[in-house]
């Protein structure tokens, strides 16, 4: 099988300090992989050279496109690069605030998403908009309220409606439960485990939450100064770490 996204010697520095160095994996189709780490691990901006967001000084990140397989993102063009960032990826931000028109109406954040791949039937528009609102939870009497007036857990769940409104194949995730009560958390996690399986999405999560990883992902990745120090099956990782510095996390968590 083809992977979906094969990443090769991705490496990134900040002056002389290292942000991400030689990482390596392929992800195939409808596999969530998890990447935790403590803070300044290198997760934040592994995910970001992957995504787009910031260009490695090293290594291809090779997505399998539909019209010509497998092609190295980092060295497409820009429009290109923004194609596929309105169609086949998606982002969710830690901070709901940074993946939201606040000024937009939910129904307007949802629709945006699909005007930018050419829809233009403003009754369509509108029906696959509280069609996705459903999905995740928000009433369709909501449909023009700003997501100013919603609550965290309430804009969390628009932003997920928002980019996964067209249908794309991977969905990168930066600590998408962050910040959100317990409570919270676990009603947005059981979302999107149910809509990861139900469209057989791939994902990159990064999160410093085991728990998170637990219950999202196929497989794990432990980073640690900017290195991938483990990685294996999650449950086989979290029941039976081999490094010492996963075992340090794990223990920490048991601990709790």
Known sequence: MTPLLQVEKVSKYYGRRIGCADVSFDLYPGEVMGIVGESGS???????????????DSGAVRFDTRADGLRDT??????ERRMLGRTDWAFVHQHARDGLRMNVSAGGNVGERLMAVNARHYGEIRDKAIDW????????????????AFSGGMQQRLQIAR?????????????????????????LLDLMRGLVR????????????LAVVRLLADRLMVM??????????TDQVLDD????????????????
Do not use: W
């Open 74 to 79: 980092v060295t497409m063009s820009e429009p």
């Open 241 to 256: 770490p081999q490094h010492a510095y996963t075992q340090l996390l794990v223990s920490s968590v048991l601990q709790v």
């Open 163 to 187: 980019n996964l409104v067209t249908g794309p194949r991977l969905v990168f995730m930066d600590e998408p439960t962050g910040g959100l009560d317990v409570s919270v958390q676990a009603r």
């Open 42 to 56: 290198g997760k934040s901006t592994l995910l970001s050279c992957l995504a787009g967001h910031l260009v490695p």
């Open 198 to 209: 139900e469209m057989n999405l791939s994902a990159i999560i990064v999160t410093h939450d």
């Open 133 to 148: 609102l459903g999905r995740v939870e928000i009433s369709d009497d909501r449909i023009d309220d700003r997501p100013t």
């Open 224 to 233: 640690k100064d900017g290195h991938m120090v483990e990685t294996g099956l």
